[in-house]
């Protein structure tokens, strides 16, 4: 298995090979610069498709708009004007006059448009090409966080790893060139404006031979869903953005005393191949749909596995403070694990036993856990680890069986075990005994003293 850690915006191998990756023996080879958006039906690792929802409304299918060109809009239908009558018809009889002509039509109102909450600056980041967009952006009230699009930055981790990185980033549009940019913090514009916390974002990417083996997002409730054909492989990769806390510096992150250099709301997702003999992720069997999640954008590890104690360990890291150096920066952690991955790991039979089955630990560098909530639940075959409420800098999360833990029925014996043998009925033979006028029946092997069997 391969460790990694990622900070914000950028990624960086840390560990060592821990467990062998369980690739296939192929190359894979991931294009490092910046993916293009699909142009041609045979074109692979490019982004294919992006959509938004708003409060968990109906999904909003943005348009690519490249950048130096205007953002569509669709033309408003004028209608036809009415055919010529014909002047030989007969007038129409005189209407009384007494009657009040109708009243005409109200103009329909105009949408209202939600006033920015916030401004942003021009970033000069580089390889921003251009935006998804839509015409309505602003209607839809999607321009509230001052920015007019997003640019998806899918690519390699970095230039040693094939690992696949999704990067969502607000851009801003220069009215007069249409020249498209990031979107930056106001006085910091290095740093990237805050997403809106209440979108939903799906991207839907082409990625050649690349098979997912776990995913580690600075993310909300990310899934990660490949289908696989002959041809190609693609990823839906869907979440939300999270509050998290930037650094110029790792060093930030070390102790109680770190101190971000900035704050914003941000979705980034890194998905590590199973299928690559480097770089690859895998334990011999595992499903590949693992996931964890958070806002510890510092340092967010894969999970390892420790086989001698049967244990799952993460690590995740941020600086102890925000931005202002005094509001203390408290961290999530979610983990999807499969059934099935839980079953081969742990030789979990019944995955609704989770809750009890499983154990799940957080130990910080500072005194105490400072966790306000840990939960653990199933749904449709997956096992969902919440754990909320710890400080940072450092937390380390461990998962591994509960010691008291007993099988509940339904999983008291394996699936795959033998039928029990059937026993058959134990026939009784009923005597009948005399003694004189007296009968008895009796279920012995012989009558009673001074009976005789009849």
């Not at 298995?1 to 296939?24: E, P």
């Not at 560098?365 to 450092?394: E, L, M, P, R």
């Not at 795959?416 to 006028?437: E, R, S």
Request: net charge positive.
């Amino acid at each position: 298995m391969k460790k990694f850690t990622i900070a914000a915006a950028m990624v960086a191998l840390i560990g060592g090979l821990l467990t062998a990756s369980n690739a296939t023996g192929a190359v894979l080879r991931v294009p490092h610069s910046a993916w293009p958006v699909c142009a041609t039906a045979d074109q692979d690792f490019c982004v294919e498709s992006v959509s938004v929802s708003l409060n968990a409304g109906a999904p909003i299918k943005l348009t690519w708009v490249a950048s130096g060109t205007a953002t569509p809009v669709t033309p408003v239908a004028v209608p036809a004007a009415p055919a010529a009558t014909d002047t030989k018809t007969a007038a129409p009889a005189a209407t009384d006059t007494k009657t009040a002509a109708p009243a005409a039509p109200a103009a329909p109102a105009a949408p209202v448009i939600p006033t920015p909450k916030a401004t942003t600056e021009v970033s000069a980041r580089a390889g921003i090409t251009g935006r998804w967009t839509s015409e309505d952006w602003a209607a839809k009230g999607l321009a509230v966080y001052g920015y007019d699009g997003l640019f998806i930055n899918a690519k390699t981790a970095n230039d040693m790893v094939n690992w696949v990185m999704i990067e969502v980033l607000p851009v801003k549009v220069d009215p007069t060139s249409n020249v498209t940019a990031m979107a930056g913090q106001v006085g910091a514009p290095i740093y990237q404006a805050p997403l809106d916390k209440d979108i939903y974002v799906s991207v839907k990417a082409r990625v050649g031979a690349f098979k997912n083996g776990v995913s580690v997002s600075v993310a909300n409730d990310v899934s990660v869903d490949a289908t696989v054909d002959a041809a190609r492989n693609t990823l839906l990769i869907e979440g939300g953005p999270v509050s998290s806390s930037l650094q110029a510096s790792t060093k930030q992150c070390d102790g109680e005393t770190g101190k971000a250099t900035a704050n914003t709301v941000q979705m980034l997702v890194v998905i590590v191949p199973s299928n690559d003999d480097t770089s690859g992720f895998g334990i011999d069997g595992v499903s590949g749909d693992m996931s964890v999640s958070s806002n510890g954008a510092c340092t967010l590890s894969t999970p390892v596995w420790v086989e001698a104690e049967k244990k799952l360990t993460w690590t995740v890291k941020a600086p102890h403070f925000a931005a202002d150096g005094v509001t203390e920066n408290v961290g999530f952690y979610k983990a999807k694990i499969p059934a099935a991955d839980a079953k081969l790991l742990w030789g979990l039979q019944n995955a609704n036993d989770a809750a009890t089955a499983l154990e799940v630990t957080v130990t910080t560098d500072a005194a105490g856990t400072n966790v306000g909530q840990k939960n653990i639940t199933v749904k449709n075959g997956v096992i969902y680890i919440n754990v909320t409420g710890f400080k940072y800098s450092s937390p380390k999360l461990t998962v591994m069986m509960n010691k008291n833990y007993k099988p509940s029925a339904a999983a008291a014996a394996p699936a795959n075990a033998a039928p029990a043998k059937a026993v058959a009925p134990k026939i009784v033979k009923i005597l009948t005994c005399v003694k004189g006028k007296t009968v008895k029946k009796v279920a012995t092997a012989a009558c009673p003293a001074g009976y005789k069997k009849k």
